[in-house]
């Protein structure tokens, strides 16, 4: 004979006490879910002060008591305090009483910082980035652009990049170098950031010449300048090596002019 369990008895009072019972596990729930939300805001206030507060501000106070410079942006102030650059920063120098800095793909243009991107088996590289533009007859010819030969209404309109045979020419012509003068590889390439400060001290000794002609021209205290004095001013603005083994001697071109001008005075007009 099969033996059956008796169905439970419900009564009120067992009822009662079944929904207090789930009632005291729920609040119970509550109680430890509240309990853990607040220890997760509590980990998070105090993550948020040591982080967001608390480290910025050790580093800054660091920054601005043991590198003030460089936390500041290697800023170059002049005799009236005005900001004329930083040492991390290139600028175009034109005129021939200055030093000259490296090709810039983005013309030194500090907003937008970049490189011309063409690779060593890239003809361009040679011969630059310009490109061919045709317009219909009779349209202007598009700024910039020289006439093709052979091809009617072409132009050939050069780009942000000139090639290396372009600044080449340009740095001998400007600085009175014989056509097969080697040239250092820095003053006809431009750097990646199109921003870069320094110059090889080879390309800065093959600009003394044209630098202390185009002085003694403007004469007065340029007058007495000298090909070894200029020299002298070019060694004081060496950086070495990174680290006393990375890379190359640099010239900073901007510290060399401002040096310049304070010994030999301002030229007129001067950029």
């Not at 132009?155 to 090639?163: H, K, S």
């Not at 003694?216 to 007058?223: I, S």
Request: contains cysteine.
């Amino acid at each position: 004979m099969l033996e059956t369990t008796p169905e439970p008895v419900y009564t009120t009072r067992n009822f009662s006490d079944r929904i207090k019972a789930r009632a005291r596990a729920t609040g119970h729930t509550a109680q430890t879910l509240g309990q853990e939300t607040w220890n997760a805001l509590r980990i998070i206030l105090v993550l948020l002060v040591l982080c967001g507060v608390g480290f910025p501000l050790v580093v800054f106070c660091i920054g601005q008591v043991a590198f003030h410079s460089q936390a500041n942006g290697s800023l170059i102030t002049d005799s009236q305090g005005q900001v004329i650059g930083s040492q991390l920063l290139g600028q175009q120098f034109t005129q021939p009483e200055y030093f000259h800095g490296r090709p810039s793909a983005v013309n030194y243009n500090a907003a937008s910082s970049g490189g011309s991107n063409i690779g060593p088996t890239n003809l361009q590289l040679l011969n630059g980035n310009g490109s061919e533009v045709t317009v219909a007859q009779g349209t202007p010819a598009p700024a910039g652009g020289t006439p093709m030969a052979g091809k009617k209404n072409t132009y050939y309109v050069p780009g942000t990049y000139l090639g290396v045979k372009a600044y080449a020419d340009q740095f001998r012509q400007e600085n009175g170098l014989a056509p097969n003068t080697p040239l250092p590889a820095d003053i006809v390439t431009a750097s990646g950031s199109g921003l870069d400060p320094d110059i090889s001290v080879a390309a800065a000794l093959l600009q003394v010449n044209r630098v202390v002609a185009a002085r003694q021209q403007l004469g007065g205290k340029n007058a007495t300048i000298t090909p070894g004095q200029v020299k002298v001013l070019i060694n004081n603005a060496t950086r070495g090596r990174d680290l006393g083994i990375m890379g190359e001697p640099g010239v900073n071109v901007l510290e060399l002019n401002i040096a310049l001008d304070k010994a030999y005075a301002t030229p007129p007009a001067h950029h």
